[in-house]
């Protein structure tokens, strides 16, 4: 398998115009293996041509470095609300709503085909497969990865707590009915040990799978979700395979109250929540800080001294009302930035493109000196070598280079997101949505071109998703009407956290 580029533009961050050429790019087997006059000249007999015609540029695929794919199916299906209300709704442990593996697989489905569309070639996914994460169904989702021919990083994202545990204000339940606090104080739907068990089989089946596409990584979910000793059981599977660790971190204001003295919540003993991770000897360089909007300076600091990576989800931060990340203090810090999606239910999309501009926005409006805001050499910095760093793969994917990962994306600058062309850095972070994509490579594979994904037949499975969930739609419809009972009790402790002085302001307006 070998792919030749020719007479194509090809990204260079290292040039003040960003890219160089026109010029040739080889790639054998997953491999970029040259570029410039070399590459013509060294091409297998029978490789496959695609020609640049001087103004396609070849760019990193996106890397998608926050992701959760069993939302796939609930794109714009509820208005917006802080993120604690929202979790009532977007994820049900109803055992009525457990996934077939067909229907694992198609949900999994449905954002591949978006991302590879839109040049998106890999992807973290923080999988929640509630009620619990079932062989067969952590098997339907890698096998959608596996087929659809992305390269996708998979967890478990599993609480190991009831609510009560995870939110501040609830005190003893007191004057709530009794339905309600029953199922604020019910447990997780999994044991630790099941979820165990469940990544024996993930890591054991999947990691490094279809020739090192796919592998895994472990969730804690968020540090006030899981118990210390499950994450240290997670942590040692992370540092005997070298996995990332997923951990939403200082979210939401309600998370950040978590660390006020008489919230409830006396474990934390006046920490937030990335002070009880760094205490714990949790914070380390495996760690995918996700959010972190709610940090102030020890935190920050903190999370440089550990050299993890923090994933920027700006689009669905905006969505739930969130905040806007420190992103300048960070940069600062030298801390790697990445950035995700986090899940179609609450991006509405699984573009990246649309993160990529949102991450190049919204920081604008933090009050800081305009030489402050970020520049699109910093937005897409973030985009493929933070992403790099957060898969663990630095050096490996996010760049055109020889001995790089052929996981490209190829743009087409007479687009018109492109027309007239007058700084590619600039319309790449404001002006593209993915519509100039003309091709989509992943491990040296060309997945989609032309607008459409050619690894799968794209329009019989739309088809199946379709029809698979009008007839899910009865019971989602049940589900959102028993989370409407339990609305009132959470919006009253994010309604409380809002008026509780946290020492920090995310907030704008």
């Not at 260079?12 to 010029?23: H, I, L, V, W």
């Not at 540092?239 to 204001?253: C, I, K, Q, S, Y």
């Not at 028993?482 to 609305?487: F, I, M, Y």
Request: aromatic share 6%; with cysteine; proline share 6%.
């Amino acid at each position: 398998m070998s792919v030749l580029l020719t007479d194509v533009l090809v990204w260079d961050p290292t040039r003040a115009s960003g890219m160089t050429g026109p010029t040739d790019v080889l790639v054998v087997d997953d491999t970029i293996t040259a570029i410039g006059e070399t590459a013509r000249a060294s091409a297998p007999v029978g490789a496959r041509t695609i020609d640049g015609g001087g103004h396609h540029v070849v760019v990193p695929g996106l890397v998608n470095a926050h992701f959760h794919s069993p939302a796939n199916h609930l794109k714009g299906a509820f208005r917006s609300r802080p993120l604690e209300a929202f979790m009532l709704y977007e994820s049900p442990a109803d055992p009525a709503l457990r996934p077939t593996p067909r229907e694992a697989y198609l949900r999994t489905m449905l954002g591949a085909l978006e991302m590879l569309r839109t040049g998106t070639t890999s992807v973290q996914d923080d999988a929640f497969l509630m009620p619990t994460p079932e062989p067969e169904v952590i098997d339907a989702v890698m096998q959608a990865y596996a087929d659809s021919g992305i390269r996708a990083t998979v967890a478990l994202d599993q609480p190991e707590l009831p609510d009560t545990d995870k939110l501040p204000f609830l005190g003893g339940l007191d004057g709530l009915a009794p339905a309600v606090a029953s199922a604020l104080r019910a447990p997780a739907p999994a044991a630790a040990s099941e979820l165990l068990d469940a990544y024996d089989h993930l890591v054991g089946t999947w990691h490094g799978a279809a020739g090192g596409r796919l592998s895994a990584a472990v969730s804690i979910s968020a540090p006030q979700r899981v118990s210390p000793e499950y994450w240290g059981a997670l942590d040692d599977l992370s540092r005997t395979h070298d996995l990332p660790v997923f951990a939403h971190v200082l979210e939401t204001r309600t998370q950040r109250a978590l660390s006020v003295p008489g919230t409830g919540q006396d474990r934390f003993a006046g920490r937030s929540l990335v002070r009880y991770a760094d205490d714990l000897g949790l914070l380390n360089d495996r760690v995918n800080v996700i959010h972190a909007v709610w940090v102030d300076d020890d935190d920050l600091d903190r999370i440089a001294a550990a050299g993890a990576v923090v994933a920027h989800n700006p689009v669905s931060n905006l969505r739930l009302g969130s905040g806007v990340m420190p992103f300048r203090a960070m940069r600062d810090r030298g801390i790697p930035v990445a950035l995700g999606v986090d899940e179609a239910i609450c991006d509405d999309t699984v573009n990246t493109w649309g993160v990529v501009k949102q991450a190049g926005l919204v920081h604008n409006v933090a009050g800081l000196d305009p030489e402050d805001w970020p520049t699109p050499a910093e937005v897409l910095d973030a985009l493929w070598e933070g992403g790099a760093a957060a898969m663990r793969r630095t050096g490996r994917i996010g760049r055109v280079a020889v001995g790089a990962q052929a996981d490209l994306a190829v743009l087409d600058l007479y687009a018109p997101a492109f027309t007239p062309f007058n700084d590619l850095r600039g319309q790449l972070v404001y002006c593209e949505s993915g519509g100039s994509v003309r091709a989509t490579i992943v491990a040296g594979a060309v997945v989609a071109e032309d607008g459409r994904v050619v690894s799968v037949d794209e329009a019989a499975l739309l088809a199946e998703a379709r029809e698979l969930h009008a007839a899910r739609r009865p019971a989602l419809e049940r589900t959102w009407a028993e989370a409407d009972a339990l609305l009132p009790a959470v919006d009253a402790v994010v309604r409380r956290a809002a008026r509780t002085d946290v020492g920090m302001n995310r907030w704008i307006g």
